[in-house]
């Protein structure tokens, strides 16, 4: 069975790694999904969630805030500006900047705006999924 080798990467961590039957990204074009044996890729990524399932069936998502995704030879790399692991997401922490942020025009509260936003869809999924790493 083919795999996936992925890695996910922030500027200043490693967020994760390891192998996966599938990888799901935000493009500015819209979402890409990636199996094995896909062709090669190199987009840049938008605020959004990079959902990844594991051979093992277990369900992954990181928070993602800029950067970059490539694919080549069943290689896929992520590397974000800021990128967080669904299992380390405060979520309160994540709606209190939601919050403040929310109903404001400037443009540093509408980027906290969105990475809440983010950040909190990355802790729903998991949580919905009923699957943690």
């Known amino acids: 069975m ?23 990204a935000k493009t500015p074009e819209g979402e890409i999904g990636i199996l094995p044996g896909h062709e090669p890729v190199l ?51 994540a709606q209190a900047a939601l919050d403040r942020a929310n109903g404001s025009e400037s443009p540093e509260q509408v980027a906290a705006y969105r990475r809440a936003e983010t950040r909190l869809k990355a802790a729903a999924e998991t949580t919905a999924s009923g699957l943690h790493n």
């Open 43 to 93: 987009s840049l990524l938008v605020d959004g969630v990079v959902r990844i399932e594991t051979t093992d069936g277990a369900k992954v998502s990181v928070a993602v805030h800029g950067g970059f995704f490539a694919v080549d030879s069943n290689e896929v790399k992520v590397l974000a500006e800021v990128a967080e692991l669904d299992s380390e997401i405060d979520v309160a922490r």
């Open 2 to 24: 083919a795999e996936l080798q992925v890695a996910v990467v922030a500027v200043d961590h490693k967020v994760w790694s390891g192998v996966a039957k599938s990888v799901v």
